[in-house]
């Protein structure tokens, strides 16, 4: 049996298309034993009503209902814990990553593959969303030394094993597309055209921002070596700087460089600012690390259920 996990955050209107969808492919096109694990992450329209007519599309059904918004990576961890299929699909509400390519997953995973992952060949988003969200992947892939593949996101397929270890995994600092990476299982790409979405996207720029950081400090800890390198340029420079105004000095008194003039209020306030600067910058980099081992020690839960509910 295949789990497909969608997490569902106010997609009261996108649900039955997505039904009509997977039904097409999973029961008609290329039927499979499947089960639809739909995760309510807190939702404030009638997206609960909604999923609860809909999901009889799939031929066994669970519905978790969170008791309020956890975020998207803690919904599918949700579904990951529900999930009872010998392999599970993440796939998000929107459609913008197709159904239909979950047929050819499943034949990379018969070829040897625990992991499948979707890999983007073009992007939907256009403009300054585009531009941040490519960066992004350019410098994650960068700093983690390609721990997940380029243009990639939570859309694919793992086997049972594969599961089980991510499972295991007790960290609360989720990013399951770069953690189902690191296992180090073998893998394969699959390139797809992404849609549009149907409506604006529901995640805001501070939140994109968020998750790009997250998923940052969890896989790397270059920006901590990054304070060490950045420390090292300034002494440099500031010794290197101080010497030469010793020098001058010093050849003043023999006549040499008279015309020169060293302000030393000036020095003095560019110098101050310009290291305050990089001090508070490297101690708000070093708390950002700490608030992760903070949040880690206190082992809250990743979400909290209020309803739990599947086919008879």
């Not at 649900?15 to 404030?44: F, H, M, T, Y």
């Not at 997953?105 to 992952?117: D, E, H, P, S, T």
């Not at 920006?223 to 105004?245: D, K, R």
Request: charged share 20%.
């Amino acid at each position: 049996m295949v789990s497909i996990v969608t997490p569902l955050f106010n997609e009261e209107a996108g649900i039955p298309r997505l039904a009509l969808a997977l039904g097409k492919v999973l029961n008609r096109e290329c039927p499979l034993d499947w089960e639809w694990v739909a995760v309510d992450d807190g939702s404030q329209d009638m997206t609960f009503a909604t999923i609860q007519k809909e999901i009889t599309t799939a031929p066994s059904w669970q519905i978790v209902r969170l008791s309020r918004n956890f975020g998207q990576q803690a919904a599918y961890r949700a579904g990951l814990e529900a999930a009872r299929g010998e392999a599970v699909v993440f796939l998000d509400a929107d459609l913008q990553d197709p159904p239909e390519l979950i047929p050819q997953m499943l034949a990379l995973l018969k070829k040897g593959n625990l992991l499948v992952v979707g890999q983007r060949i073009s992007r939907a988003e256009k403009g300054l969303r585009g531009f941040l969200m490519g960066a992004f992947h350019e410098i994650f892939h960068f700093l983690t030394k390609g721990v997940m593949p380029k243009n990639s996101g939570t859309f694919g397929l793992m086997d049972r094993r594969l599961v089980d270890e991510l499972k295991a995994m007790p960290e609360r600092g989720l990013f399951l597309p770069a953690m189902r990476g690191w296992l180090g299982f073998p893998s394969a790409n699959l390139p797809y055209e992404r849609a549009a979405r149907p409506d604006a996207p529901k995640q805001s720029y501070g939140k994109l921002f968020s998750y790009a950081w997250e998923g940052i400090t969890s896989f790397s800890a270059v920006p901590l070596q990054l304070i060490s390198l950045v420390g090292f340029v300034v002494s440099f420079l500031g010794f290197g700087y101080a010497a030469t105004l010793l020098g001058i000095r010093f050849l003043q008194l023999f006549g040499y460089f008279s015309n020169i003039q060293v302000m030393g209020f000036t020095t003095l306030s560019v110098a101050i600012f310009c290291l305050g600067g990089i001090q508070l910058l490297s101690l708000g980099l070093v708390g950002s690390y700490l608030s992760k081992v903070f949040q880690e020690v206190k082992h809250r839960p990743h979400f909290i259920t209020s309803e739990h509910l599947h086919e008879p």
